[in-house]
């Protein structure tokens, strides 16, 4: 049949599984998209090395969307209509995988996030599926460590109102702050790629909280850290996962010693697969894996699983098995994908001390 035809000469031959990454490779998240990628390039590697999915090889398509919304929302059109990929991969920030999401579920092409812990991607999209846990969730953890560990009854927010993740998260870890008896002295905000933090940080000083929640990105942050500490504020910054990245202590310094976040995972996480990957990564990219490549590799072994179990790499029938995914090893934890498309994993906290990230605990949801 001409139809026929025309899908054997196409971009995407019936001999390959085709998926279309959306990465911030540039921008103010640059880490968040060269270690996500690198994540993909391993998991690729081995899965084609070791035979492919039932014979047939994976390939990648990887777009920069250079850390704005417009620019992953383009690349989504582009990948699926013009490369025609199997599956859309992507993003980490929440707020470009809200612009994704409506494509991938029009076009009935799934979508794949590693990352994106708003609520929102998922919700009312049966395309769109996420193998990390929710800030609903990781809001609560904070929370609950804020309150029992460190035994903070008052604490600050500073929020950036131009990032759904943050707003999300923030309103999430007061929520559960709150409900625990605590109390939220000032809640501040700024915008992404603000640079002078004092006025909001002035603010907090005056209330004198116990701890400063801010739930951003590592750019905003390591300059949030070291502006709080010029203005002589002491007491622990807390975060999320947003924190996750080497560049953090770059920016920072010595600024976030004593502070904590949570992750993904701890790259001191004496569980032995974590340790395994951590080996191979360093050797391939010559240096230390973040949350976010093990995210990302995991996320593409799950998703060739998908395709296996498909035997097919149809919309709706790799959509069906990947809402089928049940006890999938990560490596950041046991996947299985709930009746919301969520998957529900462990978190685990860091502590900062000086420079150095150390494991301080998993929280079970
Ligand atoms: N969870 C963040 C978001 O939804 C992205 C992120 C994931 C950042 C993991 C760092 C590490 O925007």
Redesign the pocket.
């Known amino acids: 049949t001409p139809e026929g035809a025309a899908k054997a000469s196409g971009s995407s031959p019936s001999g390959e599984f085709l998926i279309g990454e959306v990465s911030s490779l540039t921008g103010q ?1 640059a880490t ?1 998209g060269t270690s996500t990628h690198n994540g993909v390039l391993l998991a690729v590697q081995e899965i084609n090395e070791a035979g492919g999915i039932n014979g047939k090889k994976i390939r990648v398509i990887t777009y920069d969307d250079q850390g704005k919304p417009t620019e992953a929302a383009a690349a989504a059109t582009r990948l699926i209509v013009q490369d025609k990929v199997h599956l859309l991969f992507g ?7 809200l612009a994704m999401a409506p494509i991938a579920q029009g076009k009935k092409v799934p979508m794949l ?6 609520p929102k ?1 998922t919700e009312d999209k049966d395309y769109v599926f996420r193998t ?1 846990f929710i ?1 609903p969730f ?1 809001g609560a953890v904070m929370a609950r460590f804020a309150r029992d560990t460190l035994k903070a009854s008052k604490v600050a927010v500073l929020r950036d109102v131009r ?4 707003v ?2 923030a309103n999430f870890f007061v929520e559960a702050f709150e409900k625990s008896g605590g109390q939220i002295l000032v809640d501040q905000s700024f915008s992404a790629g603000d640079i002078d933090f004092k006025a909001q940080l002035t603010a907090i000083r005056a209330t004198n909280p116990e701890a400063i929640y801010v739930p951003g ?2 750019t905003d942050v390591g300059l949030i850290a070291r502006q709080a500490r010029e203005l002589g504020i002491t007491v622990p910054l807390l975060g ?6 080497g560049k953090l202590t770059e920016i920072a310094g010595d600024a976030l010693d004593g502070s904590y976040f949570s ?2 995972y701890s790259l001191d996480n004496p569980d032995p697969r974590i340790q395994k990957f951590l080996k191979t990564y360093q050797a391939k990219f010559g240096m230390v894996s ?3 490549s093990a ?1 990302a590799y995991e996320a593409i072994y799950l998703a060739a699983d998908a395709a296996r179990r498909a035997s097919s790499t149809e919309g709706a029938a790799l959509r069906d098995a990947l809402a089928a995914t049940k006890d999938f090893p990560g490596i950041t934890g046991t996947i299985t994908i709930d009746s919301e498309r969520n998957a529900m994993k462990p978190a685990v906290i860091v502590a900062i001390k000086g420079q150095k990230w150390v494991y301080a605990g998993t929280v079970t949801p």
């Not at 996030?113 to 708003?118: D, F, L, R």
């Open positions: 998240e968040f993003e980490v920030a929440s707020a470009r995988s996030t590693h990352a994106s812990t708003n991607v990390c800030d990781q990032n759904d993740y943050s999300g998260l990105y590592y999320g996962d947003g924190w996750d990245s992750n993904h973040d949350a976010m995210l």
